[in-house]
């Protein structure tokens, strides 16, 4: 557009008839004039595209949210079964739970440019965040490559000690105090490799246990045991309150699982921790014989812990528009993100709130027997 206004002044006007100077020396210095005229506007058109185009690639501190892959955690991924048992029968199923995933650009994986940000601004399938929203201040790429690898391995344990659990298969769980915060109320009591075993005379079997004592006591001191290098340790803790109100011993915690068999999970390139549920539900199919799906196209989000709590994600709208285009008919959505889930639903894609394994579990027998699902739980606004 700059450049073709810029040519307009080459197309010179006619003399002006009896001008003083005669028509040919007014012609010749119109044209004189025209010469000089045109490549300066063409010059300048160029660096105002130029300084457009500079301006547009500016980076700008935001972050952007895109639909990514699905991937069936009944199917394989290069060559290999997503989920293999080794030590225990398995049934190989047909259908799809597929996890959804979230392309993220920006932060330290590197800056988008300011026109990558307004054109995600303008996609209703993206999102746009400010940096400081999904990184933490500092962070380099190999650290958020890091933590996201070690919070997938986690939701794998996890998903596993959930599905096992949602069987009724017995397994052997600790929790092991990984260390402790600033301030915490169990400094130089508890420390870092400490496991559980129980608090106020009741054995630790899940962090349930642990928060369901310190809610009761209502911030009054709690005796804890726990195996130190294979020695029992007891020590009075008075818990604190946190800014969410509940009481806590300051301390951050692990499982440690034994499990009677092995399931190894095959997935590469996706890391962080919102594939847990799918994972936790491709396992019970796998487990099991027959189709739990009937064959449908399932997909879905949402952390899992060991007890089979299905926890908030981010990213839920793009990995809607993700599943929807990865052809799921249902889609299982955590509680916690109703909120992100009203108005934002593609097309043909019907949305489950899902709270626990166990309701997702049956939201996809009903769906797998093609009885009416009409009745399922659903997101409302508040």
């Not at 794998?156 to 009724?168: C, I, T, V």
């Amino acid at each position: 557009m700059t450049i073709t206004r810029g040519e307009q002044p080459i197309e010179e006007p006619a003399a002006p008839q009896g001008s003083v100077n005669g028509p040919g020396r007014s012609r010749s210095r119109h044209v004189k004039t025209g010469d000089h005229r045109y490549p300066v506007m063409v010059v300048s058109g160029l660096l105002a595209v130029g300084l457009g185009i500079a301006a547009a690639s500016i980076p700008v501190p935001y972050v952007v949210e895109s639909p990514g892959p699905t991937f069936n955690t009944l199917g394989q991924d290069n060559g290999k079964a997503v989920i293999s048992v080794t030590g225990h029968e398995s049934y190989p199923a047909a259908g799809n739970l597929d996890l959804t995933t979230v392309y993220v650009d920006g932060g330290p994986n590197g800056r988008v440019s300011l026109f990558g940000a307004f054109a995600a601004w303008l996609d209703g399938s993206r999102a746009v965040y400010p940096e400081e929203l999904i990184f933490p201040s500092g962070v380099t790429k190999e650290q958020s490559q890091q933590e996201s690898a070690v919070a997938m391995t986690n939701s794998q344990e996890n998903a596993l000690a959930a599905a096992l659990k949602e069987m009724n298969m017995s397994f052997d769980q600790r929790l092991e105090i990984a260390g402790l915060s600033d301030n915490s109320a169990s400094q130089g009591k508890l420390e870092p490799g400490d496991v559980f075993s129980s608090i106020n005379g009741k054995p630790v079997t899940s962090l349930t246990v642990i928060q369901t004592e310190l809610a009761a006591g209502s911030g009054k001191p709690a005796t804890v045991v726990v195996d130190r290098n294979g020695v029992p340790v007891t020590e009075t803790v008075t818990p604190v309150g946190n800014p969410a109100g509940r009481f806590i011993l300051g301390v951050g915690l692990k499982y440690q699982f034994t499990f009677p068999f092995d399931v190894k999970i095959s997935l590469d390139k996706v890391g962080g921790p919102s594939a847990g549920l799918m994972f936790a539900l491709g396992i019970v199919d796998t487990l099991t014989p027959g189709d739990l799906t009937g064959r449908k196209h399932i997909a879905g989000t949402g952390t899992i812990s060991p007890d089979g709590v299905v926890g908030a994600i981010g990213g839920i709208a793009q990995k809607m528009h993700g599943a929807q285009a990865g052809g799921a008919t249902v889609f299982l959505a955590p509680a916690a993100n109703c909120n992100e889930v009203v108005g934002h639903i593609p097309d043909g894609l019907q949305v489950v709130k899902v709270e626990n394994l166990a309701e997702a579990r049956q939201a996809v027998e009903l769906a797998g027997s093609g009885q009416d699902t009409s009745g399922l739980p659903v997101c409302t606004s508040n």
